[in-house]
């Protein structure tokens, strides 16, 4: 009886493990980055920026919700296969985002990565007007 006593205070004093996905935008090396800079553009001008979405954290998120945010949000669109995705740890998914410089000036517009938490990629560029 005394055996089964210890094991049972000793299971009562063992806590979970709390295991949590963490999805991030990473750069090329695999490390978070929180900004990205666009190339400067004319008025009209466009760039596409490859950006790979990962699960840096041990459980596997809950499917990927993406959205633009900020003033100029309307001159970015999303292509890929990263929404809707439920990225295992370890894994990533690529997307590309499209800038149409329609705005002049120093802009900022946010992508916003929701799974289980969220993640905002702030975006900044400057755009000018060509001159004549």
């Known amino acids: 009886m005394r055996l089964a006593l210890t094991i049972a205070a000793a299971l009562a004093a063992c806590t979970p493990a ?9 750069d090329d090396r695999g490390d978070p980055i929180a900004r990205l800079a666009i190339p400067v553009q004319p008025i009209g001008g466009s760039t596409v920026l490859a950006i790979k979405i990962a699960n840096l954290g041990q459980a596997t998120a809950s ?32 997307l590309q985002l499209t ?12 992508l916003d990565i929701t799974t289980d938490d969220l993640a905002t990629l702030e975006l900044e560029t400057d755009v000018f007007k060509p001159q004549p």
């Open 99 to 110: 800038f149409r410089a329609m705005h002049e000036g120093k802009l900022t517009a946010a």
């Open 63 to 94: 499917p990927i919700a993406l959205a633009l945010a900020g003033d100029v949000a309307s001159d970015f669109t999303i292509d890929g296969g990263c929404a809707g995705v439920a990225l295992e740890s370890g894994m990533t998914c690529a």
């Open 18 to 26: 709390v295991v949590s996905s963490s999805v991030e935008a990473i």
